[in-house]
Every structure is written in C-alpha cells, then in structure tokens.
C-alpha cells in the first residue's frame, strides 16, 4: 500500500510538472479549454454522487417540511452545514427546545468522522493554493470518495 | 423556535461540522511537518473507513430470521464481481443497486 501511494505522490509531481511545461508551451490555449478539460475529466466521476444528492436533498427538503419548517430552513443547512446526516438531525432538533450548545455537541458527533477524513487529505490538499478553503469546507462523504480515489488525469489540477 | 432563534441553531451546526473538516488541517499546518503516525493514519484509515461503512450498511440485516441477508449479501457479490469485471464505478453502482432491488421485488420484500 505504502508502495503504491508512494508511486502515486511521484506520478502526480511529475504530472504537475509537465502541466506547468505544457501550459508555457500553449499560453494562446485559453481558460475557457482548460475548464473544459476539468470539466469532462471530473462529471462521469461526480454523476453516481449527483443522483445520491438529489435524492438525499428530496428527502431532506420533505423531512424539513413533514415537521412544518419553511422552505428557507432545509435551504441554508444546505449551503451552510452542507452534511446529509447532520441536516436531517438538526432539522429534528429545531422543532425542540432553544439549545444552541446541544446542537453544537450533536453535529459534531455526528460529524466527528470529517477528522479522519481531513488526516487522509492533508497530504493532497497541500499545494492547491486558494482553492484549499473550498476543498474543506466541501469535504463530504461522497467529495471525500471522489477526491481520494480518482487519479487526477494530466492536464487537469486538483481541485 | 424565533425565526432568529432557528438561524442561530443552524450557525452552531455550521459551526461544528465546518471545525470537524478544518480541525487537522488547522492543528497540522502546512509550514511544520506532519508526524509520521498522522501520516501513516492518513494512508490507513481510508480503507479502514470504506471497511466500517460495508459493516455500518449491513447492521439491520438479520442473517437468523427473515430473508437470511440472502439479497444484501448477492447483492454485493454481484457488485464485487462486476467491478471486477468491467471496472467502472457507475456502473457498478446503478448495477449493484438494480440487482438489489430486483431480489427485493423478486423475493417480494419491496
């Protein structure tokens, strides 16, 4: 295993490399390409995790709602909490009692396996630049799948 | 619950699920290096945690009673090999979860 992830970290540096050469040889290729590139590398990775979250997003909307919550509320645990098990908790927990601390010390909890999975990413999110923020905040079960077990193709950046 | 009240409930879940994402990254900063053992748990523990989440999946499947986990268990004997077979994790994602259901329809479960 230690092999193989060695192997790996040495393929992506070289792969960096030859990015960086390739993008000096082609300074007319525009961002535009380059999004595009990212784009068709990353979306047949991210189409089974999109059908997941729909659903899972469905099925949250209709929780929120079956509790008598508005429609703004399964809206911002989305944006700001952005943790599928988490959310259904805490939409639960606010048909209860004021209790801001208990909700603090249930997400956590719940979500106490992030830890792990920010260990397994701190090698590769290192050198991401500006995008290491999103990358965090971002890191879900399924982004964490994703990003730990696609090879990240050349040309393409991480992230 | 106020509306306000409502907003600052969902700010502290914010809160501790945004800390359980940064806290390694915040405690091993990148200008140090990381200890050998927090990297040998970042090399480990992701199958680890893949391992947990197949256990985690099966834990109400009741082997003494029921359908005996018989569709979970072909299940995922059927997704294992056709990973194996065609190496391609939509498909076997959506074939793994098709032959679920059909078992569960065909032994009349769903």
């Known amino acids: ?52 979250f729909v659903f899972l997003g469905m099925a949250c909307g209709i929780y929120a709602h079956s509790l008598g919550l508005p429609a703004w509320v399964p809206t911002l645990m989305s944006v700001l909490i952005f943790a599928g098990s988490s ?51 971002g ?16 040309g393409v950046d991480r992230g | 619950m106020t509306v306000l009240q409502q907003v600052a409930t969902i700010l502290a879940a914010a809160a501790a699920t945004v800390l359980t994402r940064a806290l390694p990254f915040a405690v091993f900063s990148s200008d140090k290096k990381t200890p050998r053992v927090v990297r040998y748990l970042g090399a480990a523990l992701p199958p680890a945690v893949f391992g947990l989440l197949v256990v985690y999946c099966l834990r109400n499947v009741d082997v003494m009673g029921g359908s005996h986990g018989v569709p979970e268990f072909a299940a995922i004997l059927g997704t294992a090999a056709l990973h194996l077979w ?22 009349g479960l769903a």
């Open chain 1, 87 to 137: 959310e259904f908790v805490v939409a639960s927990m606010l048909t209860g009692a004021f209790n801001p601390l208990q909700v603090f010390i249930t997400a956590f909890i719940v979500n106490a396996r992030h830890l792990f999975y920010g260990i397994s990413m701190l090698e590769r999110f290192r050198h991401v630049g500006k995008k290491r923020p999103y990358l965090v905040f």
């Open chain 1, 1 to 52: 295993m230690a092999w193989l992830k060695t192997r790996m970290r040495a393929a992506q540096g070289s792969g960096n490399a030859s990015q960086r050469a390739g993008e000096r040889d082609a300074v007319s290729a525009s961002r535009r390409v380059v999004l595009r590139r990212a784009f068709t590398a990353a979306f047949p990775y991210t189409v089974p995790i999109m059908a997941g």
């Open chain 2, 86 to 107: 065609k190496r391609n994790m939509p498909v076997s994602i959506f074939g793994g979860t098709a032959l679920y259901l059909v078992l569960l329809y065909a032994l």
């Open chain 1, 139 to 154: 890191m879900c079960d399924e982004t964490f799948s994703i990003n730990y077990a696609t090879p990240v193709p050349k």
